[in-house]
Nanobody, 117 residues
């Protein structure tokens, strides 16, 4: 079955950087919609960064110019480079895949915690 496994979370100080990775099995990232979401305690889940099937990226306004998402099709991996981190970036981060690009996001990772203090 399809599995997404995130890694790379942790605790950093304000202004620091982290790089999240998402390994995908049983499904190729090629020509699929993939993305990153986050959820902070007491808040709704929000979309952070996305790559469409054509490879174009899109970001939430709150992370634009600080976060960069990319994928390595050869290694079937998805990345989220997070720079200039702020305390408000603290959340559980999830990668997700939506093969038909219908914004249904049927496949999710287990999440990785990012804490900025």
């Amino acid at each position: 079955h399809v599995q997404l496994v995130e890694s790379g979370g942790g605790s950093v100080e304000t202004g620091g950087s982290l790089r999240l990775s998402c390994a995908l099995s049983q499904l190729r990232y090629n020509n699929k919609c993939v993305g990153w979401f986050r959820q902070a305690p007491g808040k709704e889940r929000e979309g952070v960064a996305f790559i469409d099937r054509g490879g174009a990226t899109n970001y939430a306004w709150s992370v634009k110019d600080r976060f960069t998402t990319s994928k390595d099709n050869a290694n079937n991996a998805l990345y989220l480079q997070m720079n200039s981190l702020k305390p408000e970036d603290t959340a559980m981060y999830y990668c997700a895949a939506d093969p038909p690009c219908h914004s249904l996001w049927p496949y999710w990772g287990q999440g990785t915690q990012v804490t900025v203090s």
